[in-house]
T-cell receptor, first 109, second 117 residues
Framework: DAKTTQPTSMDCAEGRAANLPCNHSTISGNEYVYWYRQIHSQGPQYIIHGLKNNETNEMASLIITEDRKSSTLILPHATLRDTAVYYC??????????FGEGTQLTVNP | GAVVSQHPSWVICKSGTSVKIECRSL??????MFWYRQFPKQSLMLMAT?????????EQGVEKDKFLINHASLTLSTLTVTSAHPEDSSFYIC?????????????FGDGTRLSIL
């Protein structure tokens, strides 16, 4: 599975959009981009995933560049409860999730 | 939908005892379940993958005789930490993937915090 690179930490003001970047320059054509988050002392929570088209659900939007070498997770109106570690994971269909260090997002009041 | 329940959420026991952790998919059937371990300030590390009705596949460095995994049904997998010692103290998290498999996301339980005295 392709390696991903994420910033170690980010800050965002409450009510503003949080844009979390992820680089996956070695992604192959059959690999999906998945986003999970982990709030302190809880299990990871699935957010969204995509292959090449942009995706949106009730939690977030996923923007994947045309060359698929990077993506951005967008939380449109961040709240304090969105403070968590966000993981960007690239993997093929059926393979297992391997977690990196992720991005610690802190939403400030 | 896609709820995974893990029990117990917290357990403290004496060194040398065995501890069983249950992972259930409540509203879907899970062909595959996964067990992870997480130490403080570290990321999740995959321990093993289990498929219903077959033996689990363990990651390198994980002792299969110490961490017994049973996936007897499409909604239940158990992890038994045998003869637990203080170094086994950790946060254990299970996840499950639906029968749709493929690119379906894994859904996680809330974890079990295990403390061995």
């Amino acid at each position: 599975d392709a390696k991903t690179t994420q910033p170690t930490s980010m800050d965002c003001a409450e009510g503003r959009a949080a844009n979390l970047p992820c680089n996956h320059s070695t992604i192959s054509g059959n690999e999906y981009v998945y986003w999970y988050r982990q709030i302190h002392s809880q299990g990871p929570q699935y957010i969204i995933h995509g292959l090449k088209n942009n995706e949106t659900n009730e939690m977030a939007s996923l923007i994947i560049t045309e060359d698929r070498k990077s993506s951005t997770l967008i939380l449109p109106h961040a709240t304090l409860r969105d403070t968590a570690v966000y993981y960007c994971i690239v993997k093929t269909s059926g393979s297992r999730l391997t977690f990196g260090e992720g991005t610690q997002l802190t939403v400030n009041p | 939908g896609a709820v995974v329940s893990q029990h117990p959420s917290w357990v403290i026991c004496k060194s040398g005892t065995s501890v069983k952790i249950e992972c259930r998919s409540l509203d879907f059937q899970a062909t595959t379940m996964f067990w992870y371990r997480q130490f403080p300030k570290q990321s999740l590390m995959l321990m093993a993958t289990s498929n219903e009705g077959s033996k689990a596949t363990y990651e390198q460095g994980v002792e299969k005789d110490k961490f017994l995994i049973n996936h007897a049904s499409l909604t239940l997998s158990t992890l038994t930490v045998t003869s637990a010692h203080p170094e086994d103290s950790s946060f254990y998290i299970c996840s499950a993937r639906s029968e749709g498999g493929g690119n379906q996301p894994q859904h996680f339980g809330d974890g079990t915090r295990l403390s061995i005295l």
